[in-house]
Each structure stands twice: as structure tokens, then as C-alpha cells.
Nanobody, 126 residues
Framework: QVQLVESGGGLAQAGGSLRLSCAAS????????MGWFRQAPGKEREFVAA????????YYADSVKGRFTISRDNAKNTVALQMNSLKPEDTAVYYC???????????????????WGKGTLVTVSS
């Protein structure tokens, strides 16, 4: 069982930056591939980024590639999403998610994960 709690959301101006963090409970954090997803108002939830269990490999949606960076600290049971050059279309609720079996490089192709956080709202003004 893993509990995920996101933080760091808020209001930013276009072109600005925000850093999201996700704290995970449990002793086996390094066993989980981690991902960030987002859901904008009136839209389906979409993949944003994923990171492998040891933090060696990262994968991004085309819409955020070059602007967002995912990272993890297995000693602290945390995963972060650094968001730069924010755009109004980045406005959404951002969710942290964990999966025990799925390889990180396939997370972008699936919507189901083993565990989800409750989300944190990011609003980008133009």
C-alpha cells in the first residue's frame, strides 16, 4: 500500500515556473515507477511524465518536453516535477501516481496506475 500526497501547486504567470512535489509513504518506494498526470477542466486525464524506479530514465509527453523535468529521491520517498516556461494550457489538476509492475517507458501509453494522489491545482495566467 502506497499513499501519495502532492504539494506545490498554485498560481503562476505564463513563462513562469512551479515545482510540484509528491511524498510517498511506505518502505518500498524504489520498487515503483512514478508518473505525473494532469486533468484540465472538461478534458480527460493525460500523461505528463514518468521516471524509472532508480531514476535513471525519464519520459515526457510531447507537450511538456523541454519545459518540464521529473526527478525522484528514493532516500526521501519523493518525486518532483519542475515546470518551467509555463503556458496557460498547462492549467490543470496534477496527479502523482505509482505503479509496481509497469515499466516506466510504457506509463505514457496507459492510464491506469496502482496508486494515485488526490492532486494539486496548477493555474497559469496569461
Amino acid at each position: 500500500q502506497v499513499q501519495l500526497v502532492e504539494s506545490g501547486g498554485g498560481l503562476a504567470q505564463a513563462g513562469g515556473s512551479l515545482r510540484l512535489s509528491c511524498a510517498a509513504s511506505g518502505r518500498t518506494f524504489s520498487s515503483y515507477a512514478m508518473g505525473w498526470f494532469r486533468q484540465a477542466p472538461g478534458k480527460e486525464r493525460e500523461f505528463v511524465a514518468a521516471i524509472s524506479r532508480q531514476g535513471i530514465s525519464a519520459y515526457y509527453a510531447d507537450s511538456v518536453k523541454g519545459r518540464f523535468t521529473i526527478s525522484r529521491d528514493n532516500a526521501k520517498n519523493t518525486v518532483a516535477l519542475q515546470m518551467n516556461s509555463l503556458k496557460p494550457e498547462d492549467t490543470a489538476v496534477y496527479y502523482c501516481a505509482a505503479d509496481l509492475r509497469t515499466p516506466a517507458h510504457t506509463i505514457g501509453a496507459q492510464r491506469s496506475m496502482d496508486y494515485w494522489g488526490k492532486g494539486t491545482l496548477v493555474t497559469v495566467s496569461s
